[in-house]
Each structure stands twice: as C-alpha cells, then as structure tokens.
C-alpha cells in the first residue's frame, strides 16, 4: 500500500486544550492494519513467550507475530530458537498446536520433511538421492532470539534493531534507569496466574488505554481505591520515574486493599508501596508492585481483535508453597476486563462517519499523542 | 571387505553412511559398539544414518520404526521387512564392511533404482 492512501490527518481547528487522535479509519482499515504488521510487529523486538513455557529441550509454543506463525522452541543445548512455521518443501505448517513437544524433531505432516531443533532439514524421503541440497539453506528459517526478564522476545527483520535501545530502551525511559527492573527480578519470578483476553478491538485502542489515566477514576474504582492519586487523571506513565503511591489504608495491592504476598526483598525502600506501569512498544506492557509484576503480551490478529496475554508473577516460594492469590490477581483482572470493555465499546464507533477524523486528547491523555506520531512516522516511508 | 572411514572419525552415538550401492550404515554405539546394516528403511527411501541412534537400535528419521543394529529385525510399523546386517571388521584404526549376500529389503522406488544399476 502507498502511504498516500493512508488516511488523512485531523484538519479540524481546535481549542487549544485539545489535541486530535488518529483518524477513526486507522483502527478500522484492513490495509492500515497490514502495514502495520509489516512496518511495526514484523520489524521490532515482540515479546512471543514465557521462557519458563519451554521447560525442556523440544517444548515449543506457536505464536502470531504480525501476518506470521512462528514456532518458538528449546534446543537440545537449552538455547531458545525460532523460525517460522513454514515448511521449506511446499509450505504446510509444520505444526497448527498452540503449544506442544517433540522428542528430538519437527515434522512436517504433510510430506514427512524432517528439521532438527536448531532447525536444520535432518531427514527427508529420497534425501540422499538430492545431495545438492543443503540442510541448513533448507532448513527452518530462523528468527532473532533474544531473553530478557525471563521472556522470549523474537524480531523477523532481516537486520532487528538494536534490542538495549528499543526494549531496555523503553524501561529506561520510563523508570528513569533499566536497572530500576532489575529490583524486581522479573526472570525469576514464576508466572503465579495467567489469563488470555480475547479482545474485540484494534491494538492501538489497548496501548492508548493504557497509557492514560483519565478514565481511572470512572472505570476503576478499586484501582483508584488502591492508588488514590488516580482520581486525578494523571497517569504513572505521565511522568518519568514516576510511581504511584498506595494509600494510607492500603495494606497491599489487592482488590480489597488487604495485604498482599511475600514482598521481593530485591525491592528498593523508594519503591516500595508504589505501583509503576511501563509500555515497551509494540506489544508489552508491564506493572510493577512490591509483591508481584504483571506482565502482558498482545498479540494483534486483526483490525478490531487483539488478544492479550496477562501473566502474574510472584516470588517462586510463594507460588509453590500454594498461597492464596485471587484477591491479589483479581484487582488487576478487574482493571483490564474493565479496559478490554471500555476499548471493545470504542472499536464500533472507530467506522462511525462523526469519527473520520477521529477524536480528541484532552491535556492529561497529550502524550498519547506522542504514541500516535511514532505510529504515523513507523507506516510512513 | 570395504574400507568404511577411520575409526576416530567416528565418535560414539554417531553414524557413517557408505555410499556403496544399496549404501550401508556404520553406528558407534554409546557402549562402544560398532554395527554396520543397509542404510535404507525398509518402509520409504530414508537414511537410517541420519536417523537416531539409542542404545542397539536406530529409529528411522522419517517414521519412528526401530531396527535393532545386531538383527536387523524392525519392532513397529510402517517398516515391515528388516535391514540386512553387515560384518564389520577394526583394523589399523579403520573400520571395515563385509557386505552380506543375502538379498536386500529395499523399499518400493530404490529396490528399482539398484536392480536397474545393477
């Protein structure tokens, strides 16, 4: 698509108070959404998976990232490799599981090729009446790989962007320093409840919500119980380093306020009692409490459908040792179940003619703003 | 009596393919065995050297049937038929074959190809 048939920006005049978002036809348009799949989700560093999901030499996980399928697995030397879930002979998926082990190879079910776990093409009927063919030029292709904070991040450029910049870049933006998270240990948490959103909305209605705080105290009352300051429009991720401070009530960081789990003794004084959010683009979103981080992955399918993946780590010891989680869980999967049906209450009027030229920002959503230039300027060029 | 490769050339758990007509395959088992059968599965044109080696028996890369390397005998389907086996003979640190005479279980195309090379 030529960036021409992009649609137009706001051309309305507006009271200085208000900024213009996105026009309704970018959360809308078939052909936006291929862009961006090719210009944002297949170019960046996505977050794809759990490291602890792939236990063992053969786990694999299959996940979208942008229009691809992309096997992600654990070779036999523990290193997490990835390719895309294409057979190199005629095309088939080599496997249509979400998520599964082999032994010691992918098959491919349709003819039989067979590829190693680092992706080399081991077997094949007639093979080795084809010697000219190489089995690594044959094999999977690969994709670049890179752990941090105990996730599997994959990028599908041919040359990926530096991941210190634009990933630790992102936190560091945020917290003021990376080296904020480390407090946190996030790779050495386990994963204590994991909940799939199935969204019926675009992406970009997800981040925008997420990055203000305007609606809090409408749509969040338990949050805004928790973080007082919420009422106030403004949200953790407005001001840099920035975290919000619990209440004087608040025990902990739970729907009732009532305490919470084993605090991560790693968790500095000035963090503690504080809630940070964090948006690593395109796709993560974090939060960080004293006793757990919430971690979510969203996987754009289409236009208007989006799912998320949301995972609530806690210290190991507490997670094994069987501790009561839900009041803590439940303040946050109250949080995005009412941000999922606010952006799912968006999505419809995206393609209302009264949205073409989509809506407005009001001075405490402003450096959404900021988001919607970078999407223009990754679809531009 | 065929010269297969030198000895240290081929480390345990591995596997050599001769590329003799029908091609053999030569294991160094995990115990420091080492078997040489036909290299091609009985079921479709496979190399059982590419295959995976556990303990005496080869699983074939393609479909998972199993030959033993001492018998040659296949426990499961879709292979019926077993491989021949091969004398193997240490000299000089190079392993030989003494290809067997009894008549080989080719799968359907290769058993095809040799008779025609022949």
């Not at chain 1, 080795?128 to 089995?135: E, L, Q, S």
């Not at chain 1, 998270?181 to 970009?204: E, P, S």
């Not at chain 1, 009561?324 to 009412?338: A, K």
């Amino acid at each position: 698509m030529s960036t021409t048939s992009l649609p137009p920006g706001t051309r309305q005049s507006l009271p200085p108070s208000l900024m213009s978002t996105l026009p309704g036809a970018y959360y809308t348009d078939p052909d936006v959404f291929a862009l961006e799949q090719r210009r944002i989700f297949e170019s960046m560093w996505f977050c794809a998976v759990r490291a602890a999901d792939l236990p063992k030499p053969g786990a694999f996980k299959t996940v979208q990232v942008g229009a691809e399928s992309i096997l992600v697995t654990r070779a036999r030397d523990n290193s997490i490799r990835a390719f895309y879930n294409v057979c190199r002979h005629r095309g088939a998926r080599i496997s249509t599981e979400e998520s599964g082990e082999v032994k010691r190879s992918f098959q491919c079910p349709y003819h039989a090729w067979t590829y190693d776990l680092e992706g080399r093409l081991i077997a094949a009927p007639n093979l080795t009446k084809m010697p000219d063919v190489d089995r690594v030029a044959y094999g999977l292709v690969n994709v670049a790989v890179r752990e941090w904070l105990g996730y599997v991040w994959v990028c599908l450029a041919d040359e990926p962007p530096s991941f210190e910049e634009d990933v630790m870049g992102a936190v560091r933006t945020r917290l003021g320093d990376v080296a904020d998270i480390d407090n946190y240990d996030v790779a050495g948490l386990k994963v204590g409840r994991r909940i799939v959103y199935d969204v019926k909305a675009n992406w970009k209605l997800i981040v925008e919500n997420f990055m203000e705080c305007y609606h809090c105290a409408t749509i969040h009352p338990e949050l805004t119980e928790v973080l007082p300051e919420f009422a106030d429009g403004y949200a953790a991720q407005y001001y840099v380093g920035h975290g919000a401070l619990f209440g004087e009530e608040i025990q902990g960081f739970t729907v009732d306020g009532s305490a919470g789990l084993d605090r991560i003794p790693t968790v500095s004084q000035e963090q503690d009692r504080r809630y940070y959010a964090i948006t690593i683009k395109p796709q993560v979103f974090v939060n960080l409490v004293p006793d757990h981080v919430i971690w979510h992955r969203m996987f754009p399918l289409a236009a208007d459908r989006t799912v998320v993946e949301c995972d609530w780590l806690y210290l190991p010891e507490v997670v094994d040792g069987g501790a009561d989680i839900d009041r803590s869980v439940e303040l946050f999967h109250r949080v995005n179940t009412q941000d999922f049906d606010a952006c799912e209450r968006c999505q419809p009027a995206m393609s209302s003619r009264t949205y073409a030229d989509g809506g407005v920002l009001v001075p405490s959503e402003q450096h959404i703003g900021l988001f919607h230039d970078w999407v223009r300027g990754r679809l531009a060029d | 009596m065929i010269p297969a490769c030198p000895l240290r050339s081929l480390p345990r758990g591995e596997a050599f393919r001769l590329d003799v007509e029908p091609p053999i395959a030569v294991f160094h088992t995990e115990d420091g065995e080492i078997y040489a059968i036909d290299d091609t599965c009985t079921h479709q044109d496979a190399s059982l050297a590419d295959g995976w080696l556990e303990g005496c028996e080869v699983e074939c890369p393609l479909h998972a049937s199993k030959f033993d390397l001492r018998t040659g005998q296949v426990d499961a389907p879709p292979a019926k038929l077993p491989v021949r086996t091969h004398r193997v003979v240490v000299e000089d640190d190079t392993i030989f074959v003494v290809p067997s005479d009894a008549p080989a279980n080719l799968p359907p195309g290769v058993a095809v190809r040799c008779q025609g090379a022949a």
